[in-house]
């Protein structure tokens, strides 16, 4: 399927390449590196555009700060959600605390190898190096506690973590049971890619709020305030040497809204003529 996948991402860095320069391979990956080298090798120099990937991670807070288990679930939380795909980009390998948990667990469950594959040293500096910008979705924050999940429970993302999952009930509801705005977390989060993969290009690929469903006029004021403060966040130091990821959020987001508000107005005008 890699190779079904760079013969399909070859074909559109043929035909689309004089025109599209930001290449997202995937929204959360599987055969992104051979994609990647392929236009490194092939097309690069005759269109000069990037290549990069988009993961999506929530941010992960401890729930207790002064708790060094609690400190500890929290990265591992990250490291499980954007690590899983991005350590291999930028160191790599999986990163250590996956290897280590999976294992253990593995183990435990009586297999022979651990469940979380093993890359050959071919395939890891194949692999890394593969992005030229970090494409990140993100849309919500989690408070994050240790907890402790019996192996013998089967083998699952949620019990190879070992830790739970809670949210603060003054976090304002977007409408979906999964989703609150909190847009500090989103700052924290921009913050941890950042230092954690060497201060590359960031994109934000992925953001905003689904549609209330008691909502049938047009009213989206707690959509604005979300991608307000989410925008914010994202303007502050020391994000700022970041600003044309900013920037070309920023203007689509503001020539949205006054496409929207001007259709509006231009509705009740005819409205009221009629």
């Not at 009586?110 to 890394?128: A, V």
């Not at 910008?133 to 506690?145: N, S």
């Not at 020391?238 to 809204?257: F, G, K």
């Amino acid at each position: 399927m890699t190779r079904y996948f760079r013969d399909y991402a070859d074909l559109c860095f043929e035909v689309f390449g004089d025109r599209v320069k930001h290449w997202l391979t995937f929204s959360d990956p599987r055969a992104h590196a051979q994609a990647w080298h392929s236009y490194n090798n092939t097309w690069r120099s005759k269109q000069q555009g990037m290549v990069g990937i988009s993961l999506n991670c929530d941010w992960g807070e401890p729930l207790d700060i002064n708790n060094p288990r609690d400190i500890e679930a929290a990265e591992r939380y990250l490291q499980f959600c954007l690590g899983w795909f991005a350590n291999p980009i930028y160191a790599g390998d999986y990163p250590q605390v996956m290897k280590d948990y999976i294992g253990t667990k593995s183990a435990e469950q009586g297999l022979e190898m651990s469940r979380l594959p093993t890359f050959s040293l071919q395939e890891k500096s194949y692999i890394r190096g593969t992005s030229d910008f970090l494409g990140l979705g993100h849309f919500t924050t989690r408070y994050i506690t240790q907890r402790k999940y019996p192996s013998h429970q089967g083998p699952s993302f949620q019990n190879d973590r070992d830790l739970i999952e809670l949210v603060d009930p003054n976090w304002p509801d977007m409408g979906s049971s999964w989703l609150y705005s909190v847009p500090w977390g989103f700052r924290r989060l921009l913050n941890f890619a950042q230092i954690q993969y060497g201060d590359p290009p960031i994109y934000v690929t992925e953001n905003g709020a689904s549609q209330k469903l008691h909502c049938t006029q047009f009213c989206d004021e707690w959509r604005i305030q979300y991608l307000k403060g989410y925008i914010n966040e994202m303007l502050k130091e020391p994000l700022l040497r970041h600003m044309h990821v900013a920037s070309e959020i920023v203007v689509p987001t503001v020539c949205a809204l006054s496409i929207l508000i001007a259709a509006l107005l231009l509705t009740l005008l005819l409205r009221s003529h009629s």
